[in-house]
T-cell receptor, first 109, second 113 residues
Framework: KNEVEQSPQNLTAQEGEFITINCSYS?????LHWLQQHPGGGIVSLFM???GKKKHGRLIATINIQEKHSSLHITASHPRDSAVYIC???????????FGTGTRLKVLA | DSGVTQTPKHLITATGQRVTLRCSPR?????VYWYQQSLDQGLQFLIQ???????AKGNILERFSAQQFPDLHSELNLSSLELGDSALYFC????????????FGEGSRLTVL
């Protein structure tokens, strides 16, 4: 079992839909990152969380430290949101990064 | 533009060769991270440097080495290259030594033939 699990692996949505991507982890962490990787390959950091909730535009990220779970929500999805979303945890103590396998999102117009 | 510069963008070489990938972090960022993204293994953390010192080590092979120079740029050296080393190599930087926001370069695509 991977230390960082993401679901779903693939997701197709219609424009305007509310989208949720989940990340569960089994290690102790200092922080959790949500990353976005576009088809061209570039990676952008969307959020870094250590507790609670953050919002940026149409994106919301939450984390529950006790349950070792984080969610990324996209409201009013748009075709330009089509990308791979990757959850990454920074392990506490060793300060190593472990990545989820990513969620490939396609938003149809 | 993240402010992180990686060179070269593309590199094709042969098995057994050695290559050097270079990363210039954002101005003011003290930490540099190296990651490998291959088709079959996804993103893997290789190594982190903070202000010239190695801070954390991940799944970095013994054939690979890295360093961070006094001007804070970093180099990742890959030697005795194998076909399986073909991947995208990303560099990221952050201000902090840990748990800081990451800024990624565009990556260096290495193809080993």
């Amino acid at each position: 079992k991977n230390e960082v699990e993401q679901s779903p692996q693939n997701l197709t949505a219609q424009e305007g839909e509310f989208i949720t991507i989940n990340c569960s982890y089994s290690v102790g962490i200092s922080a959790l990152h949500w990353l976005q990787q576009h088809p061209g390959g570039g990676i952008v950091s969307l959020f870094m969380l250590s507790s609670g909730k953050k919002k940026h535009g149409r994106l919301i990220a939450t984390i529950n430290i006790q349950e070792k779970h984080s969610s990324l929500h996209i409201t009013a999805s748009h075709p330009r949101d089509s990308a791979v979303y990757i959850c990454a945890v920074l392990t506490s103590g060793t300060y190593k990064y472990i990545f989820g396998t990513g969620t490939r999102l396609k938003v149809l117009a | 533009d993240s402010g992180v510069t990686q060179t070269p963008k593309h590199l094709i070489t042969a098995t057994g060769q050695r290559v050097t990938l270079r990363c210039s972090p954002r101005s003011g960022d003290l930490s540099v991270y190296w990651y490998q993204q291959s088709l079959d293994q996804g993103l893997q953390f290789l190594i982190q440097y903070y202000n010239g010192e190695e801070r954390a080590k991940g799944n970095i092979l013994e054939r690979f080495s890295a360093q961070q120079f006094p001007d804070l740029h970093s180099e990742l050296n890959l030697s005795s290259l194998e076909l399986g080393d073909s991947a995208l190599y990303f560099c990221a930087s952050s201000v902090l030594g840990q748990a800081g926001e990451l800024f990624f370069g565009e990556g260096s695509r290495l193809t080993v033939l």
